[in-house]
């Protein structure tokens, strides 16, 4: 297979574009292209402050990359989980975010949850009902919290995260299924700023994964390379296989599923529903918007988890 911009031996052949690239062109087509998608959807301007939710993984670490490279003000957000139980999970996926900071001279801002406010996700998720299955419920709802609060209090203009492609297929295929218009309507690649809400943008919601990989791979990115342990036997991760399965079999499905779904939006579906949004409000004690009444989700959380603990 050879490069079809310069016709060296390819390394990477992305049949979903019917498109092989050289090691030097693949980096140079994935951050014109992430630049694009940015414009496309109206992500963010030049002059914004960007900060980037990074995991230590491929995605999060490679899009800081890329809008590194792209001359972006962007800096990092590491959020430490205390997910240490069977391997040093968030150990080494901080470690190896500051040693990504560190090489390129970019600022990290680190919050350590167990610090911050007594718990490890691990904890908060056996001492509530979120973790009856799996710590995900409770470590969604903690990350959620921490990226507005940090967006917000440090006057960052806009939320950026590592979705790639398979992410947002998974979630949309399964919202699907079972036709939850309500995530279904905030599915979206930019997620406008509203009522104490950052703005959140996925610039890599049109990437595979596979892709993804490859350019972490071929930049010399260093990541963790573990899935969260939490994470097996997910039914993200099942639907994920399904969605592979199909995509073997119609190159280029899941980018059409996705992309048509987009332009479905876009002509007007689901407008009702995205009319009966619940209205926010402050949170008493944290100043988060809530839609319920009293303390957010995250507060009445720390709460029961303390009282526990007493």
Same mark, same amino acid.
């Given at each position: 297979m050879k490069c079809k911009t310069c016709g060296q031996k390819a390394a990477v052949?992305?049949?979903?574009?019917?498109?092989?690239?050289?090691?030097?062109?693949f980096l140079e087509w994935m951050p014109a292209q992430t630049a694009r998608f940015i414009k496309k959807y109206w992500m963010f301007g030049p002059d914004e402050k960007i900060l980037v939710a990074?995991?230590?993984g491929k995605d999060s670490l490679s899009l800081w990359d890329i809008l590194w490279r792209l001359g972006y003000q962007a800096d990092g957000l590491y959020i430490?989980?205390? $997910?240490? =139980? %069977?391997?040093?999970? +968030?150990?080494? /996926?901080?470690?190896?975010?500051? &040693?990504?900071?560190?090489?390129?001279?970019?600022?990290?801002?680190?919050?350590?949850?167990?610090?911050?406010?007594?718990?490890?996700?691990?904890?908060?998720?056996?001492?509530?009902?979120r973790g009856q299955e799996r710590p995900c419920s409770v470590c969604g709802l903690v990350k959620r919290h921490e990226m507005n609060r940090l967006a917000r209090d440090m006057g960052y203009d806009v939320l950026a995260t590592g979705h790639n492609l398979d992410d947002e297929v998974a979630v949309?295929?399964?919202?699907?299924?079972?036709?939850?218009?309500?995530?279904?309507?905030?599915?979206?690649?930019?997620?406008?700023?509203s009522d104490g809400l950052a703005r959140k943008v996925k610039p890599l919601c049109r990437f595979y994964e596979k892709?993804?990989?490859?350019?972490?791979?071929?930049?010399?990115?260093?990541? $963790?390379? =573990? %899935?969260?342990?939490? +994470?097996?036997? /997910?039914?993200?991760?099942?639907? &994920?296989?399904?969605l592979n399965k199909l995509e073997n079999d119609n190159p280029g499905a899941k980018t059409h599923f996705y992309t048509r779904f987009l332009e479905a939006k876009k002509n007007g579906l689901f407008a009702e529903k995205?009319?009966?949004?619940?209205?926010l409000h402050p949170c008493p004690r944290c100043g988060?918007?809530?839609?319920?009444?009293?303390?957010?989700?995250?507060?009445?959380?720390?709460?029961?988890?303390?009282?526990?603990?007493e």
């Open positions: 052949n992305m049949k979903q574009h019917s498109l092989a690239l050289c090691k030097e062109h990074v995991s230590g430490g989980l205390g $997910i240490d =139980e %069977e391997i040093r999970y +968030s150990d080494e /996926s901080h470690r190896l975010t500051e &040693k990504f900071a560190q090489e390129r001279g970019l600022k990290l801002h680190v919050v350590d949850i167990q610090k911050t406010y007594g718990h490890t996700i691990p904890v908060l998720a056996e001492k509530t009902h949309l295929f399964g919202n699907t299924l079972s036709w939850a218009g309500e995530f279904l309507v905030r599915q979206s690649p930019v997620l406008a700023e892709d993804m990989t490859a350019y972490a791979l071929l930049r010399g990115i260093e990541y $963790i390379y =573990e %899935e969260c342990p939490f +994470s097996v036997g /997910s039914t993200s991760i099942y639907y &994920k296989e399904l995205e009319m009966e949004r619940p209205a988060q918007p809530t839609s319920g009444e009293g303390l957010c989700s995250f507060c009445r959380t720390i709460d029961k988890v303390s009282g526990a603990s």
